[in-house]
């Protein structure tokens, strides 16, 4: 059983900076690329940003060069650094093993850019 565990969400005003941090239990986060994602209110998830157990990182258009995913293999853990937040960024944020055949999925983190 793989359990994924996001943090450091909150409130922010619009171009603030958040990281947010997701444990993985278990030996599948150092073999496997992980990505973060994010649900908008009435809105479908997304990939916000993605990195290979290689680190190599990929980045949706709307958020290249404000935010930064990286990764600790021996902590088990993802990092997503957001730089100039925007309202529209408001959701809750998900880590996850991109490989579609796991569904495993935390709880996530509420992220909310408002003034």
């Known amino acids: 059983q793989v359990q994924l565990v996001e943090s450091g969400g909150g409130l922010v005003q619009p171009g603030g900076s958040l990281r947010l941090s997701c444990v993985v239990s278990?030996?599948?986060?150092?073999?496997?690329?992980m990505g973060w994602y994010r649900r908008a209110p009435g809105k479908q998830r997304e990939l916000v940003a993605s990195i290979t157990r290689g680190g190599t990182t990929n980045y949706r258009n709307s958020v290249k060069g404000r935010f930064t995913i990286s990764r600790d293999n021996a902590k088990n853990t993802v990092y997503l650094q957001m730089n100039s937040l925007e309202p529209e960024e408001t959701a809750v944020y998900y880590c996850k093993l991109v490989p579609s055949k796991y569904l495993y999925w935390g709880q996530g983190t509420q992220v909310t850019v408002s003034s």
């Open positions: 278990g030996s599948l986060f150092s073999i496997n690329d």
